[in-house]
């Protein structure tokens, strides 16, 4: 099983990036998503989940208006569309999967999550 995020990059302040996790080896349409992100020195961090089934969504509050998630469960992704982009944004974005969503945005461990690769967002000023 694997999750592979792409999409980051170098963009300026009040840019936009779209980051997609792509999921192989299974499927994960009754599965929630989510991103994390971690900038340097500081600890990983809920950015945006999105649940099954009805598809809800849950952002962190630095990054609520700005950011928008949404899942493709034909094509097994989860993209995280990002705007208005700020230096602070700076941070490797991660992917991930959880059984649901209450489950990715309030434990900081879990037996059942998948993890993706980072893709490294910098955002200059």
């Known amino acids: 099983v694997q999750l592979q995020a792409s999409g980051g990059g170098l963009v300026q302040a009040g840019g936009s990036l779209r980051l997609v996790c792509a999921a192989s080896?299974?499927?994960?349409?009754?599965?929630?998503r989510a991103w994390f992100r971690q900038a340097p020195g500081e600890e990983r961090e809920f950015v945006a989940g999105?649940?099954?089934?009805?598809?809800?969504?849950s952002y962190a509050d630095f990054v609520r208006g700005r950011f928008s998630i949404s899942r493709d469960d034909a094509e097994n992704t989860v993209a995280l569309q990002m705007s208005s982009l700020k230096p602070e944004d700076t941070a490797v974005y991660y992917c991930?999967?959880?059984?649901?969503?209450?489950?990715?945005?309030?434990?900081?461990?879990?037996?059942?999550?998948?993890w993706g690769q980072g893709t490294l967002v910098t955002v200059s000023s």
């Open positions: 991930a999967a959880d059984v649901d969503l209450r489950t990715l945005r309030e434990a900081t461990t879990s037996r059942s999550r998948y």
């Open positions: 080896g299974r499927t994960f349409s009754n599965w929630a």
């Open positions: 999105i649940g099954w089934p009805g598809a809800a969504t």
